[in-house]
């Protein structure tokens, strides 16, 4: 089947036009103009990936993405006209997987969009539960559990964290994990690894009040907690 992607932006040329670049690389495509407008169609459609703008009527790009976390976790990219690196980190921080700042290149949307997806493609068919002191991992129902409790986490902070936990107690650099959760042919900057990084830490220390990721100054990051015998690696 096509996969779906919902355009929710208020200006008509860009609706267009990514809908045009979008459907030509083989995607069905939905558009909504509002705010709320996106939020409905989202949760009715299910769509596989939305293209999100960051400055909506009725509803911002932001709220949208907080809400949606709270019921789903369909892929976003966030589309912003803003430079400012507070906006595309506060996008991220709510729960987006990707950013691209307006003006930018429709096959550069189309290449982001098809990188994103790709993320869903690569994962292994089947893979064992990884159990650690504080934090039990499983990759199939990609769900993990801090201190028994179920980790409210996005899509790619849970390959974040399945990275770091196959890779337990190994520094990973940023370009490492790069590779290992948004892949080689990856867009933006390496700023986006250490917001990852802060929300999964800030997420597994609330429920056990534990600092497990672990930042190698100047090198990346590594899991540190302890696993239970029998948890594979790498």
């Not at 089947?1 to 495509?29: C, F, W």
């Not at 999100?52 to 912003?80: C, H, N, Q, W, Y």
């Not at 700023?191 to 990721?213: F, M």
Request: glycine share 6%.
């Amino acid at each position: 089947m096509q996969p779906t992607i919902l355009v929710v932006d208020d200006e008509a040329s860009i609706r267009n036009v990514a809908k045009a670049y979008l459907e030509h690389a083989g995607y069905r495509v939905l558009c909504a103009t509002t705010g709320p407008e996106g939020l409905q169609m989202a949760l009715d459609e299910e769509p596989d990936l939305i293209v999100l703008d960051l400055m909506l009527p009725g509803m911002d790009g932001m709220e949208i993405t907080a809400r949606l976390r709270e019921k789903s976790d369909v892929f976003i990219l966030m589309l912003t006209a803003r430079s400012d690196e507070i906006d595309r980190v506060a996008g991220l921080r709510v729960g987006a997987d990707d950013y691209l700042t307006k003006p930018f290149s429709p096959r550069e949307l189309v290449a982001r969009v098809e990188a994103i997806l790709r993320r869903r493609r690569g994962k292994p068919v089947k893979s064992s539960v990884m159990r650690f002191t504080h934090v039990e991992i499983d990759p199939d129902a990609r769900e993990a559990r801090a201190a028994g409790q179920l980790l409210e986490l996005t899509p790619t902070e849970f390959d974040l964290l399945i990275a770091l936990a196959r890779n337990h107690n190994r520094v990973l650099s940023r370009e490492d994990l790069i590779e290992k959760v948004w892949g080689a042919d990856f867009y933006g900057t390496d700023r986006v690894v250490d917001v990852y990084v802060s929300q999964v830490r800030r997420k597994i220390e609330a429920l056990t009040g534990e600092n497990l990721i672990r930042t190698a100054r100047g090198v990346g990051y590594r899991f540190v907690d302890t696993p239970v015998s029998g948890t594979p690696n790498g």
